[in-house]
């Protein structure tokens, strides 16, 4: 059983915290009970998850949204908020552009069936890439979001319509696309993954949306929300993998830097790995293993909602010293949080680094929840063990001074 159910209209949330899995997939629905149980356990808003034209509507006119109406009830008992992702054209509707009044049916038959259950719905996937849109072009995107934005408003003008996020901040595509789109979309959406590299979450997060907001003012759409539907980095030994222990500090420092920045929300790529052998790079993305197990990245998520829960603000105040992070914010019961880390160094063991603080330190603990007992000088001085790339959260301090 679930840990609670909680109706539809309660558990609209203002969560940042989301996830993308294939629930409404063959192969990972039969996961979907134990898996919404983690989600609830780790405080995870939102799923962004497939209703995949193909698989709806195979021959036309001949629906079968059994694996669907089993998410969205399961979700909505959870209280777990879905972004349904619409796309993939069956072949007797390609090319998409073309259909477009086969497509409106597709929207609209969904929609009006998950009427009030389903929140918000993005517009395909990735139209900038081959894989996933045969001819990648911008004006035939655009075209397909105006016909999607009009027909979800007629049916549901609460649900959010959700930018069909490129792969990356392709600025070619984005700067035809959005003046054509006439501003027919509620949140903007980008897919901003870093494991090519790898990099860094701290080298182009808050840059990435910094320059999302600028091509928003440039092409004369305006300020929208902005949403990471799609990122994360693998944790496998090929050559643009990590280390579980490294995925897992870099899904804290993400959120926190891209929050810090003005994200409204992100959806972790992906929860469960695909597969028992998680050595291809694609396999290799989740936070949990394919049975389920947690890897650290899913306790370092758990323990980031508990030091940031949805509703938190940002402090602004200095928030890096050199190799230093320490990006503040304000909890909604008005506690203060500070997350610490060193993104690059080289040292072995945790460097000790003296602090005073401002205002009492209630709370220590680690990026996978752990309570760390912080010790003090004989000056007076807490000394924090900033192990490499792991955040050290802090809390109750109102400032802190670093000597």
Known sequence: MLLHSVSVGQSRNVSPYGVHAHLTRQDEHSFTQDELKLYQQAHIG???????WASLE???????????????EQCNRAGVQIMGLLHGAPQWAEPVVDNLDHWRDFVRTTVTRYKGRVPAWQIWNEPNLKQFWKNPNPEHYAALLKVSYDEIKKIDPDALVVWGATSQLDWPFLKTALPLSNGKFD????????????RAPE?????????????????????????????????????????????????????????QA?????????????????????DAFGMVEY???????YHSYRTLVKARPPGSTIIGQPAKDGLIYYPAWKRPDGTTVHAVWVVWNRWAKPRMTPVRFKGEL???FDYLGKPMKLETDDSGRTILPLDWGSPLYLVGPEKIIFE
């Open 187 to 198: 949140v903007m959406a980008v897919h901003p993954y870093g494991y090519g590299d790898p």
């Open 203 to 259: 080298a182009y997060i808050a840059d990435c949306i910094a320059d999302l907001n600028k091509l928003l003012r440039i092409t004369g759409v305006g300020e929208r929300p902005i949403w990471f539907t799609e990122w994360g980095w693998p944790s496998h030994r090929g050559q643009r993998g990590m280390s579980d222990r490294q995925q897992g500090q870099y899904i804290a420092r993400a959120y926190i830097t891209a929050l």
């Open 291 to 297: 049975n389920l197990k947690p890897k650290p990245a």
């Open 362 to 364: 209630k709370e220590s």
């Open 46 to 52: 939102w799923l962004r998850t497939g209703f995949v």
């Open 262 to 282: 003005g994200l409204q929300r992100g959806f972790w790529y992906e929860f469960q790995e695909r597969a028992e052998a998680d050595e291809v790079n694609e």
């Open 58 to 72: 195979r021959k036309d006119g001949q629906w079968d949204f059994e694996r669907c109406d089993d998410v969205v």
